[in-house]
């Protein structure tokens, strides 16, 4: 149990929601909700999602964390260093999308742990994230390819406060903090690299 953060392959986004039994198993009224949206905007739909692939550890083509930590310290850096418009895009998204957004869309779709969705562009939420990133000067040791909870793992059992003692810093200061900036950081970069959704799940 507990909110992870995840990407998504074509075979689910493009699903129908439910199956002849009622058990969740795609995305699919989001999908289309966001489509019907772009076309209204006057962008193209988006459909080129990437299909499945197996498993494979550090091979960077799936994405998910899970949400441990508590969030405060990092609400208080985004409040620290980003407007308030800017924190409340970092932190409010609830879908992830590989492509640039002049601003957020909001659809009238359940997502996740929300009654509607919050759509952002991976590479405004890059950016962002990069900012607080060079602010705690987040090391390079921090893992890149985070498809079986390399993140959560690498901070919390003990590796990064391992690291922290020889290589002291803002991100060492609050590792909790330092989490969730990388897995804000990595998450945008990971959408962009693999041109997939990522939500919350």
Not at 98 to 127: C, H, K, N, Q, R
Not at 175 to 185: P, Q, S
Request: with cysteine; aromatic share 10%; net charge negative.
């Amino acid at each position: 149990m507990g909110i992870y953060l995840v990407s998504v392959d074509a075979e689910e986004w493009f699903c129908a929601d439910e199956d002849e039994h009622g058990d969740e198993v795609g995305r699919g009224r989001l999908a289309s909700a966001l489509n019907e949206e772009l076309r209204r905007r006057g962008l193209p739909p988006y459909e080129s999602v990437p299909g499945e692939t197996a498993f494979v550890r550090g091979s960077g083509m799936a994405f998910e964390e899970k949400l441990v930590p508590p969030m405060d310290g990092f609400g208080r850096l985004c409040d620290a260093h980003l407007t308030r418009e800017e924190a409340g895009f970092l932190c409010g998204w609830s879908l992830l999308v590989p492509f640039s957004l002049e601003e957020e869309i909001w659809l009238d779709v359940e997502s996740g742990y929300t009654d509607s969705t919050m759509v952002a562009g991976a590479p405004e939420v890059l950016t962002l994230a990069q900012r607080l990133a060079a602010v705690v000067q987040l090391p390079p040791e921090t893992p890149e390819m985070c498809d079986n909870l390399d993140l959560t793992t690498w901070f919390l059992d003990g590796r990064a406060k391992d690291l922290a003692a020889t290589r002291p810093g803002p991100w060492a200061d609050d590792l909790d903090t330092a989490f969730y900036v990388a897995v804000y950081l990595r998450a945008a970069q990971h959408s962009l690299r693999r041109g997939c959704p990522i939500v919350y799940t």
